[in-house]
C-alpha cells in the first residue's frame, strides 16, 4: 500500500511563494499518476493540478501561469511550486494517487495567503 505525506505549507504573502512537497512510500511511485487537491473552508476539494508517470501536467484554470506540478522519481516525491500567490489559494492541500484502483490521501497540508 502507498503512503503519502505532505509538507511545506505554511503562511505567504499575496504575491510570494511556497514549495510544497508530497513523499511517497513504496517502489511504484514512477507508475502511479499524482494529483494536488486543495479545500478551502466551506468549500468543496477541489482538483489543482496532476502529473502523469511520463511527466503530462495539466492545471485547473484558477491556477494555471502561477502554479508548476513536478515529480522527482528518485526521491519519490511530488512538488507544488506555487507562486503569485493569491489570498483565494488559502486552503488545505492534499497529495492524492490511484493505487488499486482506489484513490490514496496525504494529510494535508495549511496554506494561508494573508497580509
Known amino acids: 500500500q502507498v503512503q503519502l505525506m505532505e509538507s511545506g505549507g505554511g503562511m505567504a504573502q499575496p504575491g510570494g511563494s511556497l514549495r510544497l512537497s508530497c513523499a511517497a512510500s513504496?517502489?511504484?511511485?514512477?507508475?502511479?499518476?499524482m494529483y494536488w487537491y486543495r479545500q478551502a473552508p466551506g468549500k468543496e476539494r477541489e482538483l489543482v493540478a496532476s502529473v502523469t508517470s511520463i511527466g503530462i501536467t495539466n492545471y485547473a484554470n484558477s491556477v494555471k501561469g502561477r502554479f508548476t506540478i513536478s515529480r522527482d522519481n528518485a526521491k519519490n516525491t511530488v512538488y507544488l511550486q506555487m507562486n503569485s500567490l493569491k489570498p483565494e489559494d488559502t486552503a488545505v492541500y492534499y497529495c492524492?494517487?490511484?493505487?488499486?484502483?482506489?484513490?490514496?490521501w496525504g494529510q494535508g497540508t495549511l496554506v494561508t495567503v494573508s497580509s
Open positions: 492524492k494517487t490511484t493505487w488499486r484502483y482506489a484513490g490514496v
Open positions: 513504496g517502489s511504484s511511485f514512477s507508475i502511479i499518476p
